[in-house]
């Protein structure tokens, strides 16, 4: 049987272990087994090597195995040595190698807890910085956040070994940064970042643009606007969108702001009235209704990833403790949810899960999902 092309990807990890006559094991045999199985319902080391031994036949058309199935703890120890940056990025390439949208791709960078998993950060826990690719369901990188830190530290990182060309990166306030601007930039993409007060200077800077422009009536201001309502769940709200492209008076140096965001929300619920005005800079000149659709499809990455590593991955309940290993089975679960997401077929996602657990040829449709394995 031709191999699969999950086992491309992985032949692009480079193996952290040294050779000797006691590493009986190759590394994609390893990764694949371990992908398979997570996909399948495993959650733990012991269940990635039973399921490994239950399916040995199955894994025998397209592995070599050429000693068997490995145990649990080489399942640990290879997980502990191996450098989560390097398998982040091998799965980055193949994943951004299945982009295939037109124009400026959107991609949302966002934090996420394993809450079991505990570890000394700000959260008290695992928690991994994932850039989602929303409208193709796709992560092309994460990055861990370092002991004794919080999630502004590891965005840099991340942006660092994502190949944004063609790419508009939206990140809430953490990521609101003179170096996380200038990083996107560097790479060649665009940036949408949310202003807030963990940026007092900018935001009073952004607030002044529109005031001014306000008090001239938006005279010889060069602008757009775009407004929508929408009512669902007991809900009625509206949303105003204005842009103001080449602002002054924005503290110096912030890379290349080409325009700034308002969006003023107003939501009904049970009789109850709220109104929030958030803002936002921007390093490229959208129309207030693309920026309209990128701020609103930022928040796709809760229902298209957070959401199903909670339900149908059970991610929070994780409790692998080892650094390293932690993050790259969080990493091996959002490659399980970019392939489930393309899995075949209705049913929940956990019946979906359970049937590529049950089910050999539903689970090579799973891992065929993604064709695009061209490795840029």
């Known amino acids: 049987m031709p191999p699969l092309p ?24 390893i990764l694949t087994v371990a992908t398979c199985a997570v996909i399948g319902g495993a959650e733990s080391r012991e269940a990635i090597a039973e399921y490994g031994r239950t399916k040995e036949g199955f894994f025998r058309r397209f592995l070599r195995l050429d000693n068997g199935i490995p145990s649990p703890d080489t399942f640990e120890r290879v997980f502990a040595k191996l450098a989560p940056g390097a398998s982040a990025r091998a799965f980055g390439r193949w994943m951004a190698a299945a982009c295939g949208a037109t124009g400026l791709v959107p ?3 966002d934090g996420k807890s394993a809450r079991a998993a505990r570890r000394d950060t700000a959260t008290g826990c695992l928690h991994v910085v994932t850039a989602w690719a929303a409208e193709n369901r796709l992560a092309l990188g994460t990055a861990c956040v370092p002991g004794g830190s919080n999630e502004v530290a590891a965005i840099p990182a991340l942006l660092r070994v994502l ?8 990140i809430d306030a953490a990521g609101c940064r003179v170096e996380d601007a200038r990083i ?7 940036s949408l970042l949310t202003v807030k007060d963990n940026q007092p200077t900018l935001r009073a800077a952004v607030e002044s643009v529109f005031e001014r422009a306000c008090e001239a009536d938006f005279e010889d201001v060069r602008c757009d ?3 929508s309502d929408e009512d669902g769940h007991g809900r009625h709200e509206e949303r105003y969108v204005t842009v103001i492209y080449d602002p002054v008076g924005l503290p110096a140096g912030w890379p290349d702001v080409a325009a700034v965001v308002q969006v003023n929300r107003e939501r009904e619920v049970g009789g109850e009235r709220a109104v929030t005005t958030p803002y936002y800079i921007a390093s490229h000149p959208g129309t207030a209704a693309e920026f309209a659709g ?8 809760e229902n298209g990833l957070h959401w199903a590593l909670d339900v149908v991955f ?10 390293n290993a932690g993050a790259n089975l969080a990493l091996i679960r959002r490659v399980a949810v970019a392939l489930w997401w393309r899995a075949p077929g209705k049913g929940s996602g956990v019946t979906k899960r359970l049937k590529a657990g049950w089910d050999d040829d539903y689970l090579l449709q799973v891992l065929q999902g993604m064709t695009a394995v061209v490795v840029r």
């Open 6 to 29: 999950i086992t491309a990807v992985f032949a692009e990890v480079p193996d952290p272990r040294r050779e000797t006559a006691n590493t009986l094991h190759d590394l994609t045999d």
């Open 107 to 109: 991609i949302a960078i």
């Open 314 to 323: 059970r991610g929070d309940r994780s409790r692998i403790r080892a650094e």
């Open 294 to 301: 990128r701020i609103r499809g930022h928040w796709g990455i």
């Open 163 to 170: 190949d944004l060309a063609g790419a508009i990166a939206t």
């Open 225 to 227: 606007g775009h407004e």
């Open 184 to 190: 996107i930039r560097q790479q060649q993409g665009h």
